[in-house]
C-alpha cells in the first residue's frame, strides 16, 4: 500500500477528486489588520511580499491590500483586468483587511485565536536557510513566539507579525 | 507611474524586496478542526483537496493533516523525503490541527474569526465558474455564509465549513 494509498483510506477522505473541482486552486488567506501601514511593512520589508492590489471601501471604511510572495515580480502582470486575473488564479496569495481608524484607537487589538477562544493558528513562510532567516529577524527586532532553540521542535520557528499573528518560518530540506 | 509604482508607493512598502527573503514561500496557513473526518471530507469530497501528509503527537495527542489543491496528483511525489520538501516547498497549502478527543465533547466548538474577538477572517477557493460551483455546493447541502444573491457583492459567496471557518468562493475572470 502506497503512502498516498494509506492517507487516502483514511475516514472521511475522497480519494478521487470530483471532475467538478477541476481548477479550483487554495488562492488566499485573509487576515484583519489593525494598523496597515505597520502591516504592509512587515511582509514587504521582512517577509518579501509584493502588494498587487488594494481595493477601497470608502462608505463601509475598509480596504483590502491583497499581497503575494513570488521568486520574479515581473510574472506579475503590469494592468488590469490581467494582473486581477492573475491574482485571483494563484495560490498562496494574503489578503490583509484593514477597518478605516483602528490604528488611531489605542485598545483596539485583534485576537491571533491562539488563546481563547481558540481557531485559525498560524500562517506558514518556508525558507531555503532556516537559521540564517531567523538571525535576520532576530537583527531585525521580529518579535519570536518560538525560536529555534525553543521546546522539543527544534527545526521550526515562529515569529509575530504586527497584530500578533504568528507565522512558522521553517525549510523544506534537512539542515545542513 | 504604474499602478505597481503606485501600490509601491504606499505607507510602510518596502518596493524591492530584500535580496534575503529569495526563496521565500507563503506555504500554508493552519485551522484547528473538531472533528478531522468531517473536515476532511469537506476538503477533499466538496473542494478536491488531497491528503499529503499526516503526522501524530500521541503523547500530546494532536495529529496534523497537510493538504494541497492540485491540479494534477501525479506531481506530488510518492515517497518521503521528496513528498515531505514538496510539500513544504508550495504555496497554498491547509494545515488542519486535530486534538484528540475533541470530536466526542458535544460542547466543543472553535471560533471563525467572524464575531468577536475577530481576527482571521476566511479562506478562498477560486473556482472557474462561480455559478456552477455554487450550484453544486446547494446540491451538495454544504452551508452559505453568503450566497451569490445575497448583499451587493454579487460575484462572491461565502460557504462554511464543517466548523464554520468562512470560505470565500470566487472566479478570476468575468462572469460570462
Redesign the interface.
Known amino acids: 500500500m502506497?503512502?498516498?494509498d494509506e492517507?487516502?483510506a483514511?475516514?472521511?477522505?475522497?480519494?478521487t477528486?470530483?471532475d467538478?473541482?477541476?481548477?479550483?486552486?487554495?488562492?488566499?488567506?485573509?487576515?484583519?489588520v489593525k494598523d496597515?501601514?505597520?502591516?504592509?511593512?512587515f511582509y514587504?520589508?521582512?517577509?518579501?511580499?509584493?502588494?498587487?492590489?488594494?481595493r477601497d471601501f470608502d462608505e463601509a471604511a475598509f480596504s483590502l491590500y491583497f499581497l503575494?510572495?513570488v521568486?520574479d515580480?515581473s510574472a506579475?502582470p503590469?494592468?488590469?483586468?490581467a494582473?486581477?486575473?492573475?491574482?485571483?488564479?494563484?495560490?498562496?496569495?494574503?489578503?490583509l483587511?484593514h477597518n478605516h481608524g483602528t490604528q488611531d484607537d489605542p485598545g483596539f487589538a485583534?485576537?491571533?485565536?491562539n488563546s481563547e477562544?481558540?481557531?485559525?493558528?498560524?500562517?506558514?513562510?518556508?525558507?531555503?536557510d532556516v537559521e540564517?532567516?531567523c538571525a535576520?529577524f532576530e537583527a531585525l527586532g521580529v518579535p519570536f513566539q518560538k525560536r529555534l532553540t525553543d521546546g522539543r521542535m527544534k527545526d521550526i520557528a515562529f515569529i509575530k507579525d504586527p497584530?500578533g499573528?504568528w507565522v512558522?518560518i521553517?525549510?523544506?530540506?534537512?539542515r545542513g
Chains 1, 2 share one sequence.
Not at 494582473?83 to 489578503?95: A, D, F, H, N, T
Not at 521553517?170 to 534537512?174: A, D, E, I, N, Y
Open positions: 502506497s503512502l498516498q492517507l487516502d483514511l475516514p472521511g477522505v475522497t480519494a477528486p470530483d467538478a473541482t477541476r481548477g479550483f486552486v487554495f488562492n488566499h488567506t485573509m487576515l484583519r496597515i501601514a505597520n502591516s504592509l511593512d514587504t520589508r521582512v517577509l518579501g511580499f509584493t502588494v498587487v492590489r488594494k503575494v510572495r521568486a515580480r506579475i503590469a494592468d488590469e483586468p494582473r486581477g486575473q492573475w491574482l485571483l488564479s494563484q495560490p498562496g496569495v494574503l489578503e483587511t485583534y485576537h491571533d485565536g477562544p481558540r481557531g485559525f493558528g498560524h500562517i506558514c513562510i518556508s525558507v531555503p540564517a532567516a535576520r497584530d499573528y512558522e521553517l525549510q523544506p530540506t534537512p
